[in-house]
């Protein structure tokens, strides 16, 4: 199985290549400037200049694309789209890295974690636009996709214990209580995924047991 990795720089794009990497599969990392994660191959290039020849080799595309500052959140919705629109009719599955935020709270799936009281006001700008994103993604029946939620807690760098929790649309807690996971858990499963391609169209959530 061929994989590319965009954004294998960043803390979660390293780890899903380390993940890849270490149960043997062919990794690619995409990235803007010098490699830095354990890939030995790389396309070096820009999300926004990818084009479908640049990923026409591989199985999955794993968008480890992240953007934190108030003028860059928006890339969020438009890297997707991109990514979306150059993979459209083509059978190379698109996998995200998504966010939590969007999670729903009730059973009706009218209500998102992003819109509770508790949810911190530092983080809805995010939440928010990658949550648009996820929107845009489910009106795409021509792209083979899958965005996967973490946990509330998301920690960059928390244990690596081998085990997680797979769950659907809906906000959960773990047996303690809990809505946690580490990046390193969170490669796990996404690794799985694209292995078993078991969720094509469909908005997962993993967490930590």
């Known amino acids: 199985m061929k994989i590319a990795v965009i954004g294998a720089n960043g803390k979660q794009g390293s780890l899903i290549v380390k993940e890849a990497v270490e149960r043997g599969l062919d990794v690619t990392a995409i990235v803007r400037g010098e490699n830095k994660s354990e890939a030995s191959k790389v396309i070096k290039k820009d999300l926004f200049d990818l084009e479908f020849s640049d990923l026409k080799d591989f199985d999955v595309v794993i968008d480890a694309f992240g953007a934190w500052t108030p003028e860059t959140l928006p890339l969020h919705v438009t890297s997707l ?18 966010g939590a935020g969007s999670l729903y709270t009730n059973k009706e799936h009218t209500m998102q974690l992003m819109d509770g009281d508790d949810f911190p006001d530092g983080f809805k700008p995010l939440a928010s636009n990658m949550g648009k994103s996820l929107e845009e993604l489910r009106t795409r029946d021509d792209v083979n996709w899958t965005y ?17 929790i797979l769950s659907g649309e809906e906000f959960t807690l773990n047996d303690r209580g809990e809505s946690a996971i580490s990046y390193a858990d969170y490669a796990i499963a996404m690794v799985d995924e694209a292995t078993k391609g078991n ?7 993993v967490l930590g047991k």
């Open 148 to 164: 996967i939620s973490p946990a509330a807690d998301f920690q960059a760098d928390g244990e690596k214990t081998g085990e997680y």
């Open 199 to 205: 969720n094509i169209r469909k908005r997962i959530s």
């Open 81 to 98: 789209r991109h990514l979306a629109d150059i993979l459209s009719g083509k059978e190379t599955r698109l996998l995200v890295v998504g």
